[in-house]
């Protein structure tokens, strides 16, 4: 065949689809989660703002927001939840009325303890290894980098 008869990829057929690799990715990883936290009593995004807070307390709501990448109106439900169940306080910083504080509570820093447990299991259910998920993490933040900003 030349390349005049070489047939054209279908540049629009679902499997060739980056976006729909990366939803349906996203969606199973995510749920492979669900059991691992549920003994921590932690959703996936509560256990992203706990790492957050684990590696950067305390933290503005605003910044909390940035790193975890939520808006302020999921945000604030969700930080409201973890208030109630004793994991963090939302307090008003001296320095600027206008913002809130994330502090962890003593329950909230312990139970940094019991989430040790929960990468392993994550590579274990994915039957990946440390150096394959690295090459993961890396392609999927220079997705991230080349996407920020522009909507």
Aim: some cysteine; overall charge negative.
């Amino acid at each position: 065949m030349t390349a005049e008869t070489t047939p054209q990829p279908d540049l629009l057929a679902l499997e060739s689809q980056v976006c729909f690799a990366l939803a349906v990715a996203s969606r199973r990883v995510i749920g492979l989660y669900r059991p691992v936290l549920e003994p921590l009593g932690l959703t996936h995004p509560q256990y992203l703002v706990m790492l957050a807070l684990w590696q950067h307390e305390p933290l503005s709501v605003r910044r909390l927001g940035e790193l975890v990448s939520l808006e302020p109106a999921t945000l604030s439900p969700l930080l409201k939840r973890l208030e109630a169940v004793g994991y963090l306080h939302r307090t008003r910083d001296a320095e600027d009325e206008r913002s809130l504080r994330v502090i962890l509570t003593a329950t909230g820093r312990a139970l940094r303890e019991r989430a040790l447990e929960v990468p392993p299991a994550i590579m274990a259910k994915l039957e990946m290894d440390v150096d394959e998920l690295r090459t993961l993490h890396t392609a999927l933040t220079d997705v991230i980098a080349h996407t920020e900003g522009k909507a």
